[in-house]
């Protein structure tokens, strides 16, 4: 095997010269002619579509979020139960399952000082699917009909068969509108109880259950979502107009 030496610059490189390698090593070079040339790119397994909160400059604006659990916020029964039990539950099985780490999105999550609209606006245009607490004032919330027109306008663009909307049912589904019956919702009403002391009941493990069913689906929506794009559509309402000022009185 001829060798060659020579003097070099004090660093490391490595790199391909007709056909053999050129090592160079701090003060000293030496040519590996009858060495293999190196493959152009190693075979890697695929991990998933993209890459969730990697940090790994351009790859990282894609998806931050594999789900958007959209609820009607006012509602106090509803935002215990969502942060009490469903969000926690959820979050445990799914990250459980799948071979990364899984992000859910909800409000509360939102940074101290920062445009909650704006907020809210990115991880909807950043999560792959959306899964909407239903109750009768959810379909009067203007929030929550953004978010989930939002979602069907980006379902209808990629015209896929698999949905990107995944309802639950909090409550009382016999006053939703009749285009939410058209979808396949998820009755979670026997398990909607609010209080922190229901993870102590019985009925609690039944409560797992459904969730480790809604998992197990929420799964291949994640693993079936299109491919990430800038444009994706998001609606948020109209803001409101400011408030006259008064004039003051002398």
């Not at 639950?168 to 109880?193: K, T």
Request: contains cysteine; positive net charge.
């Amino acid at each position: 095997m001829p060798c060659h030496l020579s003097a070099v610059p004090a660093f490391v490189k490595l790199f391909e010269q007709d056909g053999g390698i050129l090592r160079q090593w701090p003060g000293i070079g030496i040519i590996l002619s009858s060495f293999p040339p190196f493959p152009a790119a190693l075979d890697r397994p695929r991990m998933g579509r993209c890459l969730v909160g990697s940090g790994e400059g351009a790859k990282a604006r894609v998806y931050e979020y594999d789900v958007f659990i959209s609820y009607q916020r006012a509602g106090q029964d509803i935002s215990a139960w969502v942060k009490n039990h469903f969000r926690p539950r959820l979050a445990e099985v799914l990250d459980n399952n799948f071979y990364r780490d899984v992000r859910i999105f909800c409000d509360d999550q939102v940074r101290t000082g920062a445009s909650w609209a704006g907020e809210v606006r990115t991880a909807l245009l950043r999560t792959r699917v959306l899964v909407p607490v239903c109750s009768p004032k959810y379909f009067r919330d203007e929030w929550c009909l953004a978010e989930w027109h939002s979602m069907a306008e980006r379902e209808a663009l990629t015209a896929r068969t698999r949905p990107l909307i995944y309802p639950v049912i909090f409550c009382d589904s016999r006053n939703f509108p009749e285009w939410a019956h058209e979808r396949r919702l998820r009755d979670l009403q026997q398990w909607n109880l609010p209080f922190e002391h229901f993870q102590t009941a019985p009925a609690y493990l039944d409560f797992h259950q459904q969730i480790k069913q809604i998992a197990a689906e929420l799964e291949e929506l994640i693993e079936r979502a299109p491919d990430w794009r800038a444009d994706w559509p998001v609606r948020t309402p109209a803001p409101e107009p400011p408030k006259r000022a008064q004039k003051p009185r002398f």
